[in-house]
């Protein structure tokens, strides 16, 4: 069971994940016959500790306090070019030894991947960041469309809210929904967001080099993403053969023609989907996914949540 949380603190850690931690765990609810937890904030020593805007918070403890943690939260650590502290990471390899849960807010994932913690795992991070921690930590599985990712003793949680949701869901886990749906009341937040981060990033198109006919036929892709895009399609377009086309698709873009199509028609979907009423099927179909089903199948794989669930959430005001 649940009983003694440590939160570590970091110079320069999110103001607003710390925030987070204590309210979830810090916060004595008993008199309502909810959990509370021997909570600690915890430094490299004690001492004071200066937030991302320039807060200073004091750390009663150092790492030894650790030791007697059932759950370990490590506050975000944007510091890339530096390596995390031998100390912090060899407490948490102590911890996860000893069967204590480790988890992450948000960049903090990094300090776990550098102690070795994430190897051969899923795990997540803010968006900005999850191409770095992929090609920091390549034994990493990086999962860059979740909210949150379990691992058992290992939890990784993307940017800034998402420090919300996963810490409830480490509340739902341990004691139940009741316990969870009761403090996100408190907290007047979803007990349970569906989805992941990607329904709350308007992704980039992927940056596209070489030739001018590869250029050229992307850009029809685009504006006839509701015909048939297959490989032997788009290199014939391009007047390549197939082979060529995907070799040189892939330097110029990193990924391969079937995920950038389908990326291309999700971002499509969505548009539809925000800007306006069109039934499903019809949104299918502009899209390029041909039926409703499909759409509802590759929505709900990419986003996390079906299609209508999306238009409820981001129909746009104008609409």
Known sequence: MLRNVAA????????????????????????DGLPA??????GLQPGLVRT????VVHA???LDRLEAADLIIVQSWDDFDRWPPEPLMAALRSAIARGATV?????SAFVLAAAGLLDGKRATTHWRY???????????????????????????SAGTAAGIDLSLYVIRREHGPQVANAIARRMVVPAHRDGGQAQYVEAPLPRIGGSADLVLTLDW???????????DTLAARAAMSPRSFARHFRAATGTTPHAWVLSQRMARAEELLEAGDLPIEAVARLAGFGTAAALRLHFSRQRGVPPAAYRRTFRTAAS
């Open 37 to 42: 937890y021997d909570f600690a904030l915890c």
């Open 52 to 55: 991302d805007v320039g807060m």
């Open 8 to 31: 570590v603190m970091l110079d320069g850690m999110g103001t607003f994940g710390l925030g987070v931690t204590c309210e979830v765990f810090g916060y004595d609810r008993s008199a």
């Open 130 to 156: 999850t191409d770095r921690l992929a090609a920091m930590f390549p034994a990493v599985r990086v999962e860059p469309g979740v909210l949150y990712v379990d691992e058992g003793q290992i939890l990784t």
């Open 221 to 231: 892709a685009r504006g006839h993403l509701d015909v048939d895009l297959s490989v």
């Open 103 to 107: 988890m992450s807010h948000c960049s």
């Open 60 to 62: 009663d403890h150092g």
